[in-house]
C-alpha cells in the first residue's frame, strides 16, 4: 500500500526548492489536491494555494485535447489523458521552471531540466507525425513537448545547441507557418524589437514535404514565461473596468511597468489588425518573470501569430466585410479592439508600405496555395492598412461606414 501512495504523492518543485505536497492520480495525471504548502512566496504566479487554482494551472501546461490527433497519440502510448503524458516525463516544460517529483525518488533539476539536458525527439516525431518512430514502441517519455499547449502539432528540437519550437499544419496550405514569418517581418519593417522571430523550414509527413516554422526559445535558467491568463484567471474584474484594463493593473502589481505593458499591447492590437489575427487570446502573450527577484521584469516577445490571414476560411472577405471579424481576445470583434489603442499617432503606419509584397513572396514560396487565393489574401493586407489609417486619422471604424 506504502508503494501505492509514493507514486500518487508528488512534491512540486520550483527548480530544487520544494514548494508543495500534491496529491496526482497516476492514471489520469491530474492533481487531485494540494496537502500542504510549503512555500507560498514560490508557488506559480496567479496561484495561492488552493487546491483548484493549481490543477488549474497544471492542465493548462498539458497538450489539449482538442489538439488534432492527440488522441491517437495517446492510445499508442497508451496513456489515458494529455495530463498523464505530461506527468509521466514529470511535467518539465521549457516555459517555466516547475516541475513535479515523485516522492521517494531523489532527482536534481540540474540532472532533468531541459534547458541544460538533451531530450529524445521520438515523442515529438509522434506528436508531428514527423520522424523516425521506434516500431516497438519504445518511446521515451522524457521530452518537454508533452507540455506544449496550443492546437498546432509542434514538437522542441536541438539545432546546434539551441531550442527551437517546430510547428506544423499539414492542413490550409500549411498557411499558419508561413504567417508566423510573415508577422516577423511586418515586425523587422515597423522596427520593433520584442517579437519571435520564426524561420520556415519543411518536414516529411506521409513522404510530403510540408512548411513548418521554427522559433528560438525564449525562456531561459533566469526568465520563465507568465502568461495574461495566469495573471487574472483567479482575479474578479471590477465592473467598472475593462479586462483589458485589469490585465494591466495586475501585471503593474507583479512588478511591471504601466506604460511597457500599454505600449505593447496597443502595438500587438495594431498589428493583428493588419494580419486579421482571430487568436490573441490570453495564453498567447504575456510576460517574463524572474524567479530572483520574484516579480515581472518585461512583457514577452510577441508569438503565435499563425491564425491569421483566413487561414482557415474558403472565403476571403473584401472592402468593409474586413470589419466583421470575429476574434478571440479581449472583445469578440476585432475592430472594436480598437477602442483600446489611446494614442495611435505613434505607429509608424507607413513602414509597412512593402508588407503586401513580402507576404505574397512567402505564400508563393512556401505554399501549394493557388495564385487567386494569395492575391485576396493580399488584398486584405492593403485593404486594413487603408483602414488602419482611416483609425489613426481619428475615425471611429468600429461604427457603419456612413458614420464615420
Known sequence: MKALIHEELYVLKH??????????????????????????????????GESSQIAQWWQLRAIPDTRRGIQQVLAYMGEDTCQSLMLSGYGLSLTDHYWLQPVGEELYWKDINFYENAFSDEMGNLLTDSGRIDADRHISRFSPSSSVNGEMKKKWVIRNGKRYLLKVNANDYGQQSVNEVIAGRMHELLGWDNYVTYVMDKILIGGQEVPCSLNELFTSQDLEFVSAYQLVKNYKVPNEISEYEAVIQQAVLHGMEEAVVRRQLEYT?????????????????????????????????????????YYNQEFIPAKSGLLD????????????????????????????????EIAKQLLSEYTEMPEERIQKIVQTICRKIEYLQLFMDGRKIWKKEKYW
Not at 325 to 350: H, Q
Open 269 to 309: 492590437i495594431l498589428t493583428d489588425f493588419v494580419l486579421s489575427n482571430t487568436d490573441r487570446h490570453y495564453n498567447n502573450f504575456g510576460f517574463l518573470y524572474s524567479e530572483k527577484q520574484r516579480k515581472l521584469v518585461a512583457m514577452a516577445p510577441i508569438f503565435d501569430t499563425g491564425n491569421s490571414l
Open 15 to 48: 527548480k530544487d526548492l520544494d514548494v508543495a505536497l500534491v496529491y496526482m492520480d497516476s492514471v489520469s495525471g491530474k492533481l487531485e489536491y494540494v496537502i500542504e504548502v510549503f512555500l507560498p512566496e514560490e508557488l506559480p504566479v496567479g496561484c495561492n
Open 325 to 356: 471579424l470575429k476574434v478571440t481576445s479581449f472583445c469578440k470583434r476585432e475592430v472594436e479592439m480598437l477602442r483600446y489603442v489611446k494614442e495611435p499617432t505613434w505607429f509608424p503606419i507607413a513602414k509597412l508600405e512593402g508588407l503586401p
